[in-house]
Structure formats: structure tokens, C-alpha cells
């Protein structure tokens, strides 16, 4: 037989505060508890926290960076830049593969052609130049 579990979550970081869980009256008891000790604030539903954006719908809970993103688009005046496609599969699903063998991190700096050492080498010789 399985009872139901309350869940309370608290983020903090400095002075950003963000309460969550399972149970609304929870939630409120502990938001009521720490303004008697606390000065603060109820900026009510999340939609901001340390810079990670929150968007609800009917499938759940949309988190995104879009204000970020458009800040560091504007900073490198990348504004009209063209779009890429994501060279990862959309919508795979991982799986642990248990027959694979461990991958060696020699391995990947082989990825790293003579010509990407030959121009940092350059580059190198240039700034002590």
C-alpha cells in the first residue's frame, strides 16, 4: 500500500528565494513562517529565477533562456544571424547500453587534426612575437 508523500523543495541562493512542492497549504505554511522572520516578497507563480525562464502549458512546465540568448546575440551583434539546424537527433531517447566499452579520453583528442595544431602553434608564435 502506498500513502501519499508530501514534497517540499527550497532553492536558495543569496537572496533569491524559490519554494515548490506537492502540497499548496505546504507551501503557504512555510511562505507564512519565513516572512515573520524574514522580509520578503511573494512574486507569486514562477516565471523568472536566476535567469532561467519559465513558460506554462498544458504539457507541463517550459523552462528557457530566451532573455539570455537575445542579450548575448545583441553583445556579439549576432542579431540577423541565420539559423542552424542541431546536428543531435530531436526527441531521441538515451538509453544505457551496458555492452558498449568505456571510451578513453585519448580517444578524443584525436579528434584534433595536425592542422588545428599547426594553427595553434601560429598563433602562439604570433602573441610572442
Known amino acids: 500500500m502506498v500513502s501519499s508523500t508530501k514534497i517540499l523543495i527550497i532553492c536558495l541562493y ?20 519565513l516572512k515573520k522572520e524574514f522580509e520578503m516578497t511573494d512574486l507569486g507563480i514562477l516565471s523568472y529565477f536566476l535567469g532561467l525562464e519559465f513558460a ?12 539570455y540568448i537575445s542579450k548575448v546575440l545583441k553583445r556579439f551583434n549576432m542579431m540577423g544571424c541565420n539559423p542552424a539546424e542541431t546536428p543531435a537527433e530531436i526527441n531521441g531517447k538515451l538509453t544505457r547500453s ?19 595544431f599547426s594553427q595553434l602553434n601560429h598563433v602562439r608564435n604570433y602573441h610572442n612575437a
Do not use: W
Open 56 to 67: 506554462y502549458t498544458e504539457k507541463g512546465i517550459f523552462m528557457h533562456q530566451k532573455k
Open 98 to 116: 551496458e555492452n558498449e566499452a568505456s571510451v578513453d579520453g585519448t580517444q578524443r583528442i584525436r579528434g584534433v587534426t595536425n592542422k588545428d
Open 14 to 33: 543569496v537572496g533569491d528565494l524559490l519554494v515548490t512542492g506537492n502540497s499548496s497549504a505546504d507551501i503557504e505554511s512555510l511562505k507564512q513562517s
